[in-house]
């Protein structure tokens, strides 16, 4: 199938500003951009777009990131390649993008005290935004349904 709507930039020429103002806020050099795009990539598996999570795996890739550690990012929680820090972001993507199965806050005060441990305001903020941005992408990607990365439209 090809993307549905293939101008959204000739239509919602907005969405650039946005597209920019998101990669200012959240590029602003408080949280490693690896870190941002392991988010970014778990947030693709669990939302099941395989548009994000090949664009994002490229983007690792690209930036040197090991097999071992784009693999793992799917189980990341037994994996032992990721350092506390990523560890605490990715534990926070997954609470924002999986409800809890037991009806309990998503992000408990318990996970962002962990997140707090490894990363200061403008960073917990910064972390904040890049998954809003996952979200806001995600979502965009979900309903226009651009091919997968590498592939033809």
Partial sequence: MAIR???INTLVPEIQEVAR???????NGSVPSGTISLVYLRAGQLVGNTYQV????SDLRRAGESEERIA???SWGD??????AER???????AVFQPNPRGEERVPDDLFAEVAEHY??????TLAAVIASAGFWM????VLKPPPAGQAA
């Avoid at 994996?79 to 506390?84: K, P, V, Y």
């Fill in 5 to 7: 709507i293939p101008e």
């Fill in 21 to 27: 103002a998101l990669l200012k806020a959240t590029g």
């Fill in 54 to 57: 090949l664009r994002h795996t």
């Fill in 72 to 74: 793992c990012v799917a």
């Fill in 79 to 84: 994996a032992t390649c990721f350092t506390d």
């Fill in 88 to 94: 605490a972001a990715l534990a926070l993507t997954d």
């Fill in 120 to 125: 200061d305001e403008k960073a917990q903020a």
């Fill in 139 to 142: 979502n965009v990607a979900l």
